[in-house]
């Protein structure tokens, strides 16, 4: 018999789970890792047309700018059409663990669901199973985001941020917000893991099974 359990920490925990995996997956799809130097239009002429300057911005595959002479507004998509055609090795390389991490939290996310029905996998805990997993991921995305600054030094990165961009020395650029949404996303990733362990304790406390005892299937804890 399948018995819903909900309790505060295992709802904080699937919660969290859930806005972690796609905080993730939006901050590895966004342009907005790398933002270039301020820079006018200067082609820019005539009425409907903004002259005023932007910023382009650069993700680890795709980034956004203004493309030819009577551009209006900032055009995005990915620049590279293939894994080869990334930036740099540092980037590829920090997008294979990125992918990993953020493939890992997803698949937790969607357990986190069926874990309210379902507290165990073949007798072994489903919370403690997917808390090692996001620890797992946490770890891999940690890999990925010191790699990531390792390929500044790229000519794609110089093109955006000036001559004097190095490894780890951005120039004239800063970071966008999707860098430090990965960040949070990470280190949310490893609180998702510390949770994982108390949702464990409250769905199987003495005071569940005494519910379980009475024939209840709906049981809800603060």
């Known amino acids: 018999m399948c018995h819903v359990i909900v309790t505060c920490r295992s709802m904080l925990w699937t919660l969290l789970s859930i806005v972690v995996a796609f905080a993730e997956l939006i901050a590895f799809m966004s342009p907005d890792w790398l933002l ?27 980034r956004c700018l203004r493309i030819g002479t ?11 059409g293939t894994f080869g055609e990334v930036a740099s090795g540092f980037w590829q390389a920090a997008m294979l663990f990125l992918a990993a991490g ?15 029905c379902f507290q165990s996998i073949m ?38 941020c000036g001559i004097e961009a190095l490894p780890f020395k951005p ?25 994982s362990a108390q949702a464990e304790i409250a769905t199987s406390s003495d005071k569940v099974h005494e519910e379980i005892e009475e024939g209840k299937s709906l049981i809800c804890l603060l």
């Open 102 to 116: 953020t493939l890992i939290l997803g698949g937790v996310a969607c357990i986190s669901i069926f874990s309210l």
């Open 36 to 62: 270039g130097f301020p820079r006018p239009h200067s082609s820019a002429r005539g009425v409907g047309v903004d002259s005023r300057e932007y910023r382009p911005s650069l993700g680890l595959y795709s």
């Open 171 to 195: 120039a004239l650029c800063s970071l966008g917000w999707a860098f430090y949404a990965a960040i949070g996303g990470t280190l949310a990733s490893f609180l998702c893991a510390v949770l």
């Open 123 to 160: 007798k072994k805990s489903i919370f403690n199973i997917c808390g090692l997993l996001q620890a797992i991921a946490g770890l891999l995305l940690m890999v990925g985001l010191m790699l990531y600054p390792a390929g500044w030094g790229s000519e794609k990165v110089i093109n955006y």
């Open 70 to 80: 009577r551009a209006v507004g900032v055009t995005c998509g990915p620049y590279a």
